[in-house]
C-alpha cells in the first residue's frame, strides 16, 4: 500500500543528513575562530581562568551561532515552529517532578565523585576562586543547557537516530557530547566519566520520551544544582 501524502510530507519536512553535514561544520569553524581570535587578543600562554569575562563572552558567542544555525536548519528551512521543530513539548507536572529529581540526583553523584577525586585542576574551579570568575561560572551554567540541548539533543541526535538506530544514536551523541567538554576536563580527569554520565542520561530521557523537554528540565536543574554548591562552599571559605 503507498503511503499517504500526509506521510510524505511530514517526511519531506524532517531534518537530514545533509543538513547535518552542512550544520556541524559551519558552528565548528566558528568557534575555532572564536579561539583563534581569543588566543591572538590575550596573547599566550595566558590562562582563560585568569579572564573569566572573556571566556563568558566567547561562550556566549559561540553559543549564539549554535543555536542560530541549528535553528535555520531545524525550524526556519522546514517552516516548523521552534518548539514543534525541536520536539519542545508544554511539560506536565510528572515531567517537571521527573527532570528535576533526576537532575539533583545526578548533581549529588557528580558532586561526590568530585569531592573524592578532583584535583583542582578544572579551569572553572580556578575561575570561582574569583568574585568575576563565580559570575562568569554561573552564567556559563544557567545558560548553556538549552545551548547544548538544542544541538546535541535537537539537531543531531533525530538525525543519527533515523539513519543508524537508537542505540547507536545514543551511544554517537554521548561521546560526541563528552568529546566536546574533553579540552577543559584533561586536567581535571573526574569531570570525563561525569559528564559521560551526564550526557548519558539526557540523550536516554531523550529517546525514550521522545521530545527535548525532560533533557531540558534534567540539564538545567542539574547545573543550576552545581551553581548553589558552588556558592555554598565559596561562601563558607
Known sequence: ???????????????????????VPIIWAAQLVLGVLTVLWLGMPSALEDHPFTVLGVTLAGGAVTVLVSWFLVCRKYRKSFTDGFLITRPSKKTLMYGIAVGIGLAIGGSILVTLFATGEHPFTQMAESLSGLISIALIALLLPPVEELYYRGFIFPVIERKFGGLPAILIVIIWFAAAHLAQSLDDWIAIPVTCALGAVLTIQRRITGSLTMPLVTHWTYNLCLVIATLVQVGSE
Open 1 to 23: 500500500m503507498d503511503e499517504s501524502p500526509a506521510v510524505h510530507e511530514r517526511a519531506a519536512k524532517e531534518v537530514r543528513g545533509l543538513d547535518l553535514l552542512i550544520g
